[in-house]
């Protein structure tokens, strides 16, 4: 009997050893099977998740942001215990027991699925095996990929600490909106620092991991709020917070930016502009688009705020009122079906999602509610309904006609009606007294067909302070000051002239102006001044300073396109330029960008400087990995300076000309704004010099210019080359946009007498002869020029440069009035560049030529 006993007993230990022994065999298999060709986990020893680069000002704000995932990366040390606590409470309460998964979890989780049949599951994943689901597994809901989580969970815990685990779990959980991690989720919810967070809205967090679309704050309020409420009481169960504490942010409500409570974050950050836009665009090219909105850089741009918006008000000005005197009212931006205008409510949220450039200062997008007799009732985005309404009056749309479908004119409006249909989206602008800035009324606005652009660089460092590339961002994000290659017209011309006068050309140098005709194999190419006139000989200054076409081509012919071509290239202004004689009056295009840049070296003395939208760039953990200021300061090591001076800046620029020619080319645009093509519009408290640029036809108009501190263009045009019309010119329409900007730049910058350099003297010259004048002369045809040693300027006739082209024989000598007309009744001889002696007569005559060229 006691053998039977002990054999039955013996019978079913064996059984339970062997079957432990099967299930023990049966789990390695199956761990040993799935463990195989699992992901490394070292990789997430050295992640580096994806996170926003960010663009500040120079005063250190926030001006953009660029991300493929909007994540702040927030290191373990700088996560607070709050937040921590109120994660690990709502996902995984024994996170810092277990050791990768939680066997009593999975259980518990086993145990409710059977009895509920099914009906209620509930994950039993811990954090840690949610790391691993997110960096190293797929999301498909299989038991392989269960097992597969399971054992890297085990491995990863053996690897790494738990403060790092929830490092990882914190910064790349997706919490809705956008937002992955709990920096960026604190910010997009309640746009606060994560160290701010208060109990209720971590709490709220925390409530996300599980389904953030079934918890939005707003559409699904009571959810969100009950889903709280369950991460607040498990972290008092847990021992985290005290009851008093859990109660308390119980009660209140929750307030987040999507419920309109808080200011959204965003709504911080200036709109995008095309300076940050820039940014983005030339540091995708050079680190890759993926590297650079995934990689946390830190971008401290060169943009100064205030500059910044004097560009886009000044520019946005010249188009408009170029626009405005066209007269022409293109139709609406954009259309309402006027169904969804019953109530305020409903005109509303359909004007939001009208499509409307929505960054133009001072402008608001409007929906046309009703038409009167006379006027239009209107719907203002963002301003609040009165008693009486919104009208647009019938005096506000005389200025305009209709344009008809078949791109004709309609007649005169003279009520709103004329222009405007019930459902039409528009731009109003208030319209305020003069005196006392009373409202007035509502203005009909719209953006113009016109576009341009404008920059502004420091000429000494290459910072772009301004740049403003259209109209609106919005409305068209090409920028036109960077992207867009324009004809330059006769602003390109102070490159001839540089090249001349490192060629042994002097300011006095007189040039022939008079008829020429040049085979070009496809037709005989007759280029002419913007006049129609001849003017005969004249110092290379009043060829600059009145934009004469055929001086500067007789020049270029006689110095060589060849030798112009290289200048060109050498200051930026062309990779490779066409040695075509053509050229040298602005037929090849480039781009504003590069204008700029190039006239900074004849400001800054003629060195090379290269503009940048960058002073530094730091990767995530703080390192520089770009500087733009490559100059040395010994100085700026010392302990202490000789009282009175400053550190000393060592330069390493390339020279780019001869300082002599610099300053001698920059007093000759200083003629341009003084007396000539740009005197009407540019007028500032410091001397400024500059270039004119009328393209044929007028299709694209410029003015660049320069300060001795700042540089800075502008052209306009349309976007399809078409002429601009006969009134259009660089002095009258970019002109005005210089100097707007600029007299606010210098109240900033400042600026005073270009630097003369040393190896030169003065002399006195004629301006209209070019003659040597006795020392000490005065009066307004005097100009004193800068000559270098030993190539002082002799007393008598001067020769005449005609580019190998002969004189007429009907053109005037010297002209002594403004426009260079000549005064002489009885003509004069004169001997030219080839020797040979002729007659210029005081009259001259357009006779059959045709316009030819740019000018």
Partial sequence: MIRFIFGFFGAIFSAVTLGVIAVAIAVGGVLFMYSRDLPSTEALSTYTPATISRIYSREGLIVDEFAAERRLFVPAEDIPDLVAHAFVSAEDRNFYEHGGYDPRAIAAAFYEAVQSRGRDVRGASTITQQVMKNFLLDGSRTIERKVREIILAARIEQALSKERILELYLNEIFLGQNSYGVAAAAQTYFNTNLEDLTLEQAAYLAALPQAPSNFHPVRDYDRAISRRNYVLREMFENGYIGRAEMEAAIALPLETVQGGHIEPFRGAIPPRNYFTDEIRRQLSAQYGEDEFFTGGYTVRATMDESLQDVAERALRRALERYDRNLGVWRGPSDRIDPEELTGEESWRAALADAQIARDIDGWFPAVVLELGASSARIGIEGVEEDEDGHFIPAEDVTWARPLREDGSRGPQARVAGDLLAVGDVVHVRAMTRDGDGAFLRWTLRQVPEVQGGFMAMDVNTGRVLAMQG?????????????????????????????????????????????????????????????????????????????????????????????????????????????????????????????????????????????????????????????????????????????PGYGPAIMSNRERVIDPITAYQMTSMMQGVVDRGTASSTVNLPVPAAGKTGTTNEARDVWFVGFTSTIAAGCYIGYDQPRPLGSGASGGGMCGPVFNEFMQEAIEEYGGGPFAVPQGGAFYPIDRFSGQRLPDGAQGSEVVYELFRQGEEPYFGVLSIIDGGWGMGSDLPLFGRDDTGAALEEDGQTVTTSTGEEVRVPSQTSFGTLSSGGLY
């Fill in 470 to 642: 259209g109209f609106s961002f919005q409305q068209s994000s090409f920028n036109r000051a960077t992207q867009a290659t324009r004809q330059p017209g006769s602003s390109f011309k102070p490159f001839v002239f540089a090249a001349a006068l490192d060629s042994g050309y002097s300011p006095n140098t007189i040039v022939l102006d008079a008829p020429i005709e040049v085979e070009t194999g496809e037709g005989i190419w007759r280029p002419t001044n913007a006049s129609n006139q001849f003017y005969g000989p004249a110092p290379l200054r009043t060829g600059i300073e009145m934009s004469r076409n055929l001086m500067t081509v007789r020049l270029a012919q006689d110095v060589g396109m060849e030798t112009v071509a290289r200048y060109a290239e050498r200051f930026g202004v062309y990779d490779d330029m066409q040695p075509f004689l053509a050229n040298s009056l602005g037929s090849q295009e480039t781009t504003l960008y590069r204008m700029v840049a190039a006239y900074a070296m004849f400001a800054n003395g003629g060195e090379r400087v290269e503009p940048t939208l960058v002073d530094r760039i730091q990767d995530r953990w703080g390192n520089t990995v770009y500087r733009h200021d490559q100059r040395s300061c010994p100085d700026c090591e010392l302990a202490s300076l000789t």
